[in-house]
């Protein structure tokens, strides 16, 4: 923990951070609007990430911290009890497909970076129907890691704030866990959302669940470092693309770097 002086000077230094709402914020609440928008995929999307951390800790979600995120990222976006529980039980079936993780980045129309998160069991087929995307939108597919600079990539928690919580003394102990000293609250939801190392995601939920957080969401994410501003035509084109790339059962997620539009 920090020492007394070091604790005040950390005080002072971050006492304009803590933001309602920040940047990171808004490009994520920006990016589910649109990525979310179809429930069925979703699910399948969800399903995928089940069947993973189901083969490589097992269906007992006590006993499975990466399965017990999974699940709270599911509740928080509705997906049945019924579904979650048929998706565990598929994953332990002998004839479940090995899925793997493959990134693949590149330009889009109008200098845009685009970063497509997969879960595929086939990477001949998951690269040829990226590929195709690009090719249409007259994009450049690039070489895995080649845009990785432009997004950093985080492990994010949300949780339920506690009735008379102490967010300075929370953030104090969540730092020894490598957790950054920005947070966003949402008065609304009463929720709170912090940002990590990916390294520590481990670390940072067991540490939220034995300090009695209900926690709401758990995830990797990518936040760009450099957004780029569009026009309106532009920007039509670019979600166009986002949205037949989401098409794909194998894509998880797929981020840019364009500039959330005001008011989103």
Same mark, same amino acid.
Do not use: C
């Given at each position: ?108 129309? %109008? ?5 497509? +998160? ?5 990477? @001949? !087929?998951?690269?040829? /129907?990226?590929? =195709? *995307? ?72 067991? %540490? ?5 957080? +209900? ?5 990797? @994410? !990518?936040?760009?470092? /450099?957004?780029? =501003? *569009? ?34």
């Amino acid at each position: 923990m920090l020492s007394g002086d070091l604790t005040e000077i950390y005080r002072i230094q971050t006492n304009n951070k803590y933001n309602k709402m920040g940047r990171a914020f808004e490009y994520r609440k920006a990016a589910k609007l649109k990525r979310w928008g179809h429930m069925a995929r979703t699910f399948t999307k969800i399903g995928k990430q089940i069947a993973i951390a189901v083969k490589a800790g097992g269906p007992e979600p006590e006993n499975n911290p990466a399965l017990r995120a999974i699940i709270a990222n599911a509740k928080r976006e509705n997906m049945p009890k019924d579904n979650i529980e048929r998706a565990i039980k598929n994953a332990m079936g002998k004839d479940q497909s090995e899925y793997k993780e493959v990134t693949y980045e590149g330009y889009g129309p %109008h200098g845009v970076a685009v970063f497509v +998160e997969t879960l595929t069991d086939n990477t @001949t !087929r998951t690269v040829g /129907d990226v590929r =195709s *995307v690009f090719n249409k939108f007259n994009g450049n597919l690039g070489t895995q890691g080649s845009l990785s600079f432009l997004f950093d990539h985080k492990a994010v928690f949300t949780f339920k704030k506690k009735e008379g919580l102490d967010m300075d003394e929370m953030i104090l102990d969540l730092i020894d866990y490598g957790v950054e000293d920005e947070f966003d609250l949402d008065d609304e939801a009463g929720e709170i959302t912090i940002y990590g190392a990916p390294t520590s995601f481990g670390e940072i939920q067991k %540490h939220l669940e034995s300090e009695g957080f +209900e926690v709401t969401g758990a995830e990797f @994410t !990518r936040i760009p470092n /450099d957004l780029k =501003s *569009v026009t309106p035509e532009q920007r039509e084109t670019i979600d166009k693309m986002v949205e037949r790339l989401e098409e794909f059962d194998d894509v998880q997620t797929v981020y840019t770097n364009m500039k959330p539009e005001d008011g989103e």
